[in-house]
C-alpha cells in the first residue's frame, strides 16, 4: 500500500516510539452489535485479515442467539455489556441517555445486572465485565455501583479523568455524527489518532503502563460507509505488525 503524507506522521510517531523501546496500545470498541449482518461480517473478517482484536458493545436486551454463533470459537472477539436496552429515558431537548438520572439508580442497575447475566449465558467464551454506556453517558452517581452489577471496568468515549472506577476509554471516533453521518475526514481522523498516540508515548514514558494510556478507536459497524471501511484497512495495514505499537484485546487493559 502507498502511504500518503497524512499516514506518514501515524508511521513517523510509532517509529519514535519503537525507537525509545516502546510499544503504543491500540484498541478497537464497535458499539451495537445484536445480531449477524452483512457489516458485521466485513468488519469482523478485515480485522481477522490483520489480527487485530475487537470489542463489541452489544445491548443485551435485543442480542440474539444468531449473534452467539456467529462469534462462537473466534479467539479475538470481546463482548461487553452496552446498557441494557439502548433506549433513551432522557426527556425532549435533553441528550440521549439510558444510564442517566431519569430513573431510580435501584432500577438501572437491576438492568444492568440482567445484561451481565444474559451476556454471560450468551457469550460465555466472549464475555468481559465491562460497561459501555449507549450514547458514551452515565450518571457519575452510578459509578462507585458498578461493582454490585458485576463489573469491573466502565468505556466511555474522551480522554480518561479521575473516576472512582476504573476506566478503558475510546478517543477516536470514525463517524461524523453532527454531519454528514458518514466517515470523517481521513486526515483528521489520522491527525486525532497521531495527537493520541503522541500523548500515550509521551505520558508513559519511565511510568507504570495503565489503562488509561491507551489509542481507543470507536466504530459503529451497521452505519460504515466506503470511506470508513477503506479508512480501516489502511490503518491496520499501517499499524498491524509494526513494532511501535500493538492491538490488545479490551480484557487485558482491565486486567493491568
Not at 441494557?84 to 431537548?93: E, K, M
Amino acid at each position: 500500500m502507498t502511504v500518503d503524507a497524512d499516514w506518514h506522521l501515524l508511521v513517523d510517531e510509532l517509529d519514535r516510539a519503537h525507537v525509545r523501546g516502546r510499544k503504543v496500545d491500540f484498541w478497537l470498541r464497535d458499539d451495537d452489535a445484536t445480531e449477524p449482518s452483512a457489516p458485521l461480517d466485513r468488519l469482523l473478517s478485515l480485522a481477522a485479515s490483520h489480527a487485530v482484536p475487537v470489542t463489541l458493545a452489544v445491548p443485551p436486551a435485543p442480542a440474539t442467539e444468531a449473534l452467539a454463533r456467529r462469534l462462537a470459537g473466534l479467539a479475538d472477539v470481546c463482548v461487553t455489556v452496552h446498557g441494557w436496552a439502548h433506549r433513551n429515558h432522557a426527556p425532549p431537548g435533553e441528550k440521549k441517555q439510558e444510564l442517566g438520572a431519569h430513573r431510580p439508580h435501584v432500577m438501572i442497575l437491576d438492568e444492568l445486572r440482567c445484561g451481565v447475566e444474559r451476556l454471560q449465558t450468551l457469550f460465555p467464551e466472549h464475555f468481559i465485565p465491562m460497561l459501555v454506556p449507549p450514547w458514551n453517558r452515565i450518571d457519575p452517581a452510578l459509578l462507585q455501583r458498578l461493582p454490585e452489577a458485576g463489573f469491573a471496568a466502565l468505556s466511555v468515549f474522551g480522554p480518561e479523568k479521575p473516576s472512582p472506577f476504573p476506566l478503558v476509554n475510546t478517543h477516536v471516533d470514525v463517524m461524523d455524527w453532527r454531519g454528514t453521518r458518514g466517515c470523517r475526514d481521513h486526515g483528521i481522523i489520522i491527525a486525532d489518532i497521531v495527537s493520541r498516540t503522541r500523548q500515550v508515548s509521551g505520558d508513559i514514558e519511565g511510568k507504570e503502563h495503565q489503562s488509561g494510556r491507551t489509542v481507543g478507536l470507536l466504530t459503529h459497524h451497521l452505519v460504515h460507509d466506503e470511506a470508513v471501511w477503506d479508512f480501516l484497512e489502511k490503518l491496520f495495514t499501517v499499524t498491524a505488525g509494526h513494532p511501535g505499537c500493538q492491538w490488545r484485546q479490551a480484557k487485558d487493559l482491565i486486567d493491568r
